[in-house]
């Protein structure tokens, strides 16, 4: 069963700490995203990539945010340095031209910043 | 011009009733209509989605009603059932390439049983 896998799928953290949350992206998608998603805004995209280059990251704070993919299997995205307003879930996801315009979600990173 | 714009925010069916969910969006290049489901603790998934060259898509009993000219589309769930509490988004994109989906704001359907 194909899915995109993230961790930590839960991370409490204090206000000024580095956070890094991790993407497996499904075998063979060669399309990543990451979303932010809170109560206020809902889903935002912050970036997304194609063949491991990145794309589009203007909904990213680039003062403090940072996004990779070292390589085809991983996705990872930095905080730094966390503050309380970064609290959200994010998701990660991936697609691929196959899928149509399809894209398959991961279950999310809980980030909660103190 | 990238904002899809939804309501309701919140929604109370009784079971069996119909789920009518609306979207807006102003970018006339926006070519995929996708909606997406979302239950608590887990990521949104892929509901249904219509191209602007049909005016209805019915997949069981979910209906997306599309109408160009007004710029808007729907999501109906018939039958509702308690099972389908969750939150819904709707979304749009350009089809040039593989794009970035546009989500609407999302509206929390509670289906009382």
């Known amino acids: 069963d194909a899915r995109v896998t993230q961790t930590p799928r839960h991370k409490v953290t204090e206000m000024g700490q580095e956070v890094t949350m991790r993407c497996q992206p499904i075998l063979g998608h060669n399309t990543v995203f990451w979303y932010r998603q809170t109560m206020m805004q809902g889903l935002e995209l912050l970036a997304y990539?194609?063949?491991?280059?990145?794309?589009?990251d203007s909904g990213m704070p680039k003062d403090r945010f940072s996004a990779e993919m070292p390589d085809a299997t991983l996705a990872t995205l930095k905080i730094q340095p966390s503050e309380p307003r970064d609290s959200a879930v994010y998701f990660c996801?991936?697609?691929?031209?196959?899928?149509?315009?399809?894209?398959?979600f991961g279950e999310g990173s809980w980030l909660t910043v103190v | 011009q990238q904002q899809v714009k939804q309501s309701p925010q919140s929604l109370i069916v009784q079971k069996g009733g119909i789920s009518i969910i609306n979207c807006a969006y102003e970018n006339t290049a926006f070519d995929y209509f996708p909606w997406y489901q979302q239950f608590p603790g887990k990521g949104p998934a892929l509901l249904i989605a219509i191209r602007p060259d049909v005016s209805e898509k019915k997949e069981g009993r979910f209906t997306i009603s599309f109408n160009k000219s007004a710029k808007q589309f729907s999501l109906h769930i018939m039958d509702s059932q308690p099972g389908d509490s969750a939150t819904y988004f709707c979304a749009a994109s350009i089809k040039t390439g593989f794009q970035k989906l546009v989500f609407g704001t999302g509206t929390r359907l509670l289906v009382s049983p």
């Open positions: 996801a991936s697609g691929t031209g196959s899928s149509g315009n399809t894209i398959y």
């Open positions: 990539f194609r063949n491991r280059a990145p794309l589009d």
